[in-house]
């Protein structure tokens, strides 16, 4: 599994890491195992000019279907068109080879609201999930 250390987490299990003004999007280990099996990805559209928070694409699992939201606002600039064949990939590797999308980042400022890995595993164990 990637490192995890330095990411940051909306309270709905996505989290982020920033370089520069670009930031990966993916969903949180926890996240993962609570979908299950990852059977399909909906990827948004690159380009697509998304708001902190919201919907940004769909998870499948034998389960059900996951909205995932953006833990930023700005501009999608790359998905991981792995996920289309591997979509696997979310459970096995959610810190690596199963993160989800980038995006351009248009207010970094946003990334106060967020959790860091500390809050998020004590917000995981607080909620009961």
């Known amino acids: 599994m990637a490192d995890s250390s330095g990411l940051k987490y909306l309270e709905t299990h996505e989290w982020v890491r920033v370089n520069g003004k670009v930031a990966t999007v993916g969903i949180s280990d926890h ?3 609570e979908i299950s099996d990852v059977v399909f990805v909906e990827l948004p559209k690159p380009d697509r000019v998304v708001k902190q928070k919201e919907s940004v694409m769909v998870i499948e699992s ?3 279907a996951f909205d995932i939201y953006s833990p930023l606002s700005g ?3 790359r998905v ?3 996920l ?3 979509p696997e990939l979310v459970n096995k590797a959610p810190y690596g080879e199963g993160w989800l999308f ?3 980042c248009s207010n970094l400022k946003e990334l106060e609201a967020l959790m860091d890995e500390t809050q998020y595993r004590r917000s995981e164990h607080v909620a009961g999930h």
């Open 31 to 33: 996240a993962q195992k």
């Open 62 to 64: 034998v389960k059900a």
């Open 80 to 82: 991981n068109e792995i």
């Open 75 to 77: 501009k999608v600039i």
């Open 102 to 104: 980038e995006m351009e």
């Open 84 to 86: 289309k064949t591997k």
